[in-house]
């Protein structure tokens, strides 16, 4: 029933800001039953969670992409977006939004992904 798109550009200038929107249908992100993550996989590379926002809008960042990323949210239309500063071509990834429905140890389980989608960080 939920449903999650990512939307934004596909191409993205070096030391420029990648803003990526997730669009979130089928229940609310302000439940406190769940939290809603941003994830990216490089070419050839495994999920990088990049980080959550909860339900009360308080944020976790992953420490490796060394506070480039800012998560925020947007309740009156069920949206949660990503901001990624300076970005490099070591940025180009497909990214993820996922909602997280449990934490497991140092990592998150996930119930619902969205499709994807490439960007590609490029002069």
């Known amino acids: 029933q939920v449903q999650l798109f990512e939307s934004g550009p596909g191409l993205v200038n070096p030391s420029q800001t990648l803003l990526l929107t997730c669009t979130v249908s089928?229940?609310?992100?302000?439940?406190?039953?769940?939290?809603w993550s941003w994830i990216r996989q490089p070419p050839g590379k495994g999920l990088e969670c990049m980080g959550v926002?909860?339900?009360?809008?308080?944020?976790y960042y992953s420490p490796s992409l060394k506070g480039r990323t800012s998560i925020s949210r947007d309740t009156s239309r069920n949206q949660f977006s990503l901001e990624l500063t300076s970005v490099t071509p070591e940025d180009t990834a497909v990214y993820y939004c996922?909602?997280?429905?449990?934490?497991?140890?140092?990592?998150?389980?996930?119930?619902?992904w969205g499709r994807g989608t490439q960007v590609t960080v490029s002069s």
């Open positions: 996922a909602r997280v429905l449990a934490t497991i140890g140092w990592g998150y389980e996930y119930d619902h």
């Open positions: 089928g229940g609310s992100i302000t439940t406190s039953d769940y939290a």
């Open positions: 926002i909860n339900y009360d809008a308080s944020t």
